[in-house]
């Protein structure tokens, strides 16, 4: 094997956002540009003897190429050994355990996500550190410093390798003796051993047999080949619970993103009145989000992972407690609220699921989430769409109550924090940019001002302060707190590729359960009305309506 050391020039646009570099495949075509980034990030790390390198991804359009370049430039960089999921494919909380399960020094994941895929779609790629957790802010900070100035990479003359066959293929090194070995494994067995290990899969099989009817939606994306190892061949579920469970390049045409609008299939399944099935879920493009449906009934993600925290110790893994709770700072409070019962610690963080890994490694917390269906637990260090699932599951199989039943009984114990996001996808960034600004400009006048029924008690910038590490991240999220507690964020995120996404959050704690059935868009008109008022979004931006409506 030979080391191929070739010329190229930096291009300008290569900073990650909060889960990596994503962009157009087109973009991702550009010449030496995923070569560019790779090598970036190869000369971030101080690669040891022996290094072990995770790789794959969600199957999505570009994926197979990218993994073949990337197995020739780990070659070529020092690692002598490179683990690829079967055929490429390994979901997000999948590459997580692989990592943490074959302490590799690493891994690097293909995919952007709830993004669309296929060609005129998006890709993306990220490192996750030896934790089984995404790269922190200082190695993707120091990825784009080097990809500005970057001026060559290196690549080995490796053949195209086998990705589709279990097994290893063996090369020549670099030195007379020395080997470099990809490794084809199954990651779906080892997954699958993991959610067996976790939850009470002999009470969810009694479950699924007492007539239970269930439908899980994979959207033609990564966990598709999970669902049917787990519940068909695990749980004994009958095969049409599942749908959309091939894995697609273009996942079918649709958007990957598990939410009322996107899956749109399922959620006519489950509000189909009397013929609505008792459960329903979904997940995305990567596996790593979930959305939990009931009887003509939608569960917020920030409600998900309050009830998950409130019943925790009805699951094997947990049985004996959690050591705490975090969630990211747009997400509602209704987690903190268990937190404060169960007399553990709750944390409040940015946006990005690395920010919970450093508390998770210290032992800090056990359950986390983002109200961007993203919820999971220190089994890996990423959000995880279908141990969620199986939660779920596992909770209504002990309690044996209804979605709604269990949601219900959770608002009549801690009250409800009634919650909505409106997003705003692919603004012209300029008006996203100017909305942000003009809420900015209020801050000094805001304070004390009255709307409606609600006087803003104070507004901010959210900063971070990493209690372990002591890194402190600003610009997080625009926040107008009310006196009541109740409060509007707005944000713009970080994980589109066109234009920006504007979102906006909004809460209101309601402890009066005569109204905890009132729809969410209705309990919060007034505070919708707020938000338009104090952003001029309409105005701005020329939008009327949102985009999605979680």
């Known amino acids: 094997m030979k080391i191929i050391v070739t010329p190229t020039q930096p291009y300008g646009d290569q900073k ?37 390198l995770v790789v794959g991804g969600d199957g999505r359009y570009h994926n197979r190429q990218a993994i073949q370049t990337i197995i020739s430039m780990a070659a070529a960089n020092g690692f002598s050994r490179v683990l690829v999921g079967q055929g490429g494919i390994l979901s997000t909380p999948a590459a997580s355990h692989v990592i943490r399960k074959y302490k590799t020094f690493g891994g690097m994941v293909l995919s952007a996500s709830h993004n669309q895929g296929g060609i005129h779609g998006d890709f993306g790629i990220k490192y996750n550190i030896g934790n089984g957790g995404p790269a922190p802010e200082k190695i993707t900070d120091e990825i784009f410093a080097k990809s500005k100035v970057i001026t060559e990479y290196k690549v080995s003359d490796l ?27 199954d990651a779906v067995k080892d997954y699958a051993d993991l959610m067996q290990s976790l939850f009470d899969f002999k009470t969810i099989r009694q479950l699924l047999a007492s007539g239970f009817e269930m439908k899980f939606d994979a959207m033609h994306a990564v966990t598709g080949p999970y669902a049917k190892e787990i519940f068909v ?29 996107y899956a749109e299939d399922l959620v006519n399944i489950m509000f189909a009145g009397e013929n609505a099935l008792d459960f329903g879920a979904a997940s995305d493009g990567d596996g790593d ?49 268990v937190a404060a019962k169960l007399n553990v610690p709750s944390f409040e963080t940015p946006t990005g699921w690395k920010f919970f890994g450093n508390l998770m490694d210290a032992g800090k917390v056990t359950l986390c989430g983002e109200e961007s269906f993203g919820t999971s637990s220190s089994h890996v260090r990423e959000k995880d769409g279908l141990w969620a699932v199986l939660f779920w599951l596992n909770v209504i199989a002990v309690k044996r109550m209804s979605v709604e039943a269990i949601l ?22 300029e008006a996203a940019n100017s909305v942000i600004a003009h809420i900015k400009a209020q801050f000094t006048s805001l304070p004390g001002q009255v709307f409606g029924q609600y006087t803003v008690k104070s507004c901010d910038d959210f900063s971070y302060h990493d209690p372990i590490d002591g890194s402190v991240s600003h610009h997080q999220g625009m926040r107008v707190l009310f006196t009541d507690g109740s409060r509007i964020v707005f944000r713009l995120s970080g994980t589109g590729t066109e234009g920006a996404t504007l979102r906006i959050y909004l809460e209101a704690y309601e402890p009066d359960s005569t109204k905890h ?34």
């Open 16 to 52: 990650p956002g909060t889960s990596g570099l994503r962009k157009k495949v087109k973009i991702f075509q550009q010449a030496n540009y995923l070569e560019n980034f790779v090598q970036s990030l190869f000369d971030t790390l101080v690669v040891p003897n022996g290094a072990v």
């Open 159 to 185: 053949p195209l390798v086998d990705i589709d066959t279990i097994g290893e293929t063996q090369f020549s090194g670099i030195a007379d003796g020395e080997r470099f070995t990809v490794e084809v494994i």
């Open 233 to 261: 061949n695990r749980l004994h579920a009958p095969v049409d619970c599942l749908m959309n469970c091939e894995p697609s390049e273009d996942f079918g045409g649709g958007h990957p993103d598990p939410n009322l609008t």
């Open 289 to 337: 989000r979930n959305m939990i449906l009931g009887q003509n009934f939608f569960v917020t993600p920030s409600d998900s992972l309050a009830v998950l925290a409130a019943n925790a110790t009805l699951v094997p893994a947990y049985r004996d407690g959690i050591a705490g709770v975090a969630r990211s700072m747009p997400t509602s409070g209704a987690v903190d609220r």
């Open 408 to 429: 219900k009984a959770h608002w009549l114990e801690y009250g409800r924090n009634v919650y909505s996001r409106h997003d705003y996808e692919a603004i012209p960034t």
């Open 517 to 550: 059935h009132l729809d969410a868009q209705v309990a919060l008109a007034e505070m919708i009305q707020i938000a338009m008022q104090i952003s001029k979004l309409v105005e701005k931006t020329g939008r009327v309506v949102p985009t999605v409506i979680t």
